[in-house]
């Protein structure tokens, strides 16, 4: 009895063994993985650093996307990865521009854009669709005052990027209009393109460069409509335009800001001055009933 309670306190002895030998084993097992884990993510930054020196944005991303969202890797994300990640987004953005980096949206992995990268592209879109407009706007002032370069709005696309902005769209029909004023075939596009009611940048001067080619708003409805899809009428492209310096008494009554609460008239012997008052402290400067200044 004695030699069988001693064999068994030996097995008992063996296996505490040997589960300790096991979870050394684990325990050193798991550290050399944490270790060879992180040689691998260090390594992973070096070259993610590389793509953005060499700007090759595309390796980057197309990388970061298999690794860490299709889950084509072992190796565990952190915190410099991410960052190098999004360091080389805002590069990208500053580099290439906001057209490029959207170019590449299938490889984007929003859940690990940070909230500065974020900004910094909403930043940029403003500035890149303000630039563009002001291109657009100056080319037209510069065609009415005989002063403007026929290229300088070739470069704009209206696909792509702008290809939903109704006001860089208009805009652009009206340019080529401009440009090519003996074509129809961009006369008939700007109406099909711009609304009779749009009120935006220009919308003035569209409306007059469309009259000036003996398109009545019966006409340019019609075509719009067909084009479109749309049910619009002839009345409610009435008073869609704000006043805009040139315009005569008339035209502003006709504007979206009607006509006035009432009217300071200054006589003298060559002129006749006056100062139309609107509600919310907005003014209107007529000299001999044509508009030369505003206040709102």
């Known amino acids: 009895m004695f030699t069988i309670k001693k064999n068994l306190g030996y097995l008992l002895l063996a296996a505490t063994i040997l589960t300790g030998c096991s979870d050394s084993s684990d325990e ?15 390594e992973l930054i070096t070259t993610y650093k590389e793509y953005i020196e060499d700007d090759f944005y595309q390796f980057l991303l197309k990388d970061f996307h298999k690794r860490f969202v299709q889950g084509e890797t072992e190796l565990e994300i952190n915190d410099d990865i991410i960052e190098i990640y999004n360091e080389g987004l805002r590069s990208l953005i500053e580099e290439k521009g906001v057209e490029t980096y959207l170019d590449y949206g299938n490889w984007l992995t929003h859940d690990f854009i940070a909230v500065d990268t974020q900004n910094l592209l909403l930043a940029k879109q403003k500035e890149y669709e303000d630039e563009t407009l002001k291109t657009l706007t100056d080319f037209i002032d510069g065609y009415y005052e005989k002063k403007y370069d026929p290229t300088a709005v070739d470069k704009i696309s209206g696909f792509g990027y702008f290809e939903n902005n109704e006001e860089v769209q208009t805009l652009l029909a009206f340019t080529d209009a ?3 004023g003996d074509s129809e075939q961009t006369l008939v596009t700007l109406l099909k393109t711009v609304s009779p009611h749009y009120s935006g940048l220009k919308g003035y001067e569209i409306k007059k460069f469309v009259e000036s080619k003996g398109i009545d708003i019966f006409t340019w ?12 009428t002839e009345e409610e492209g009435v008073g869609d335009y704000n006043p805009a310096i040139g315009m005569t008494t008339e035209e502003v009554e006709n504007s979206s800001w009607g006509k006035p609460q009432s009217v ?24 001999n009933e044509i508009l030369t200044s505003f206040q709102d």
Do not use: C, I
Not at 28 to 42: F, G, H, I, R, Y
Not at 221 to 232: A, I, S
Not at 264 to 287: D, G, I
């Open 221 to 232: 409805v019609d075509v719009y409509n067909k084009e479109n899809g749309t049910m619009l």
């Open 28 to 42: 050193v097992k798991a550290e050399t993985e944490q270790v060879a884990n992180s040689a691998d993510q260090k």
């Open 264 to 287: 300071n008239r200054t006589v003298t012997a060559n002129s006749v001055s006056e100062q139309w008052v609107y509600p919310n402290y907005k003014y209107l400067y007529f000299e």
């Open 178 to 180: 401009l440009k090519y």
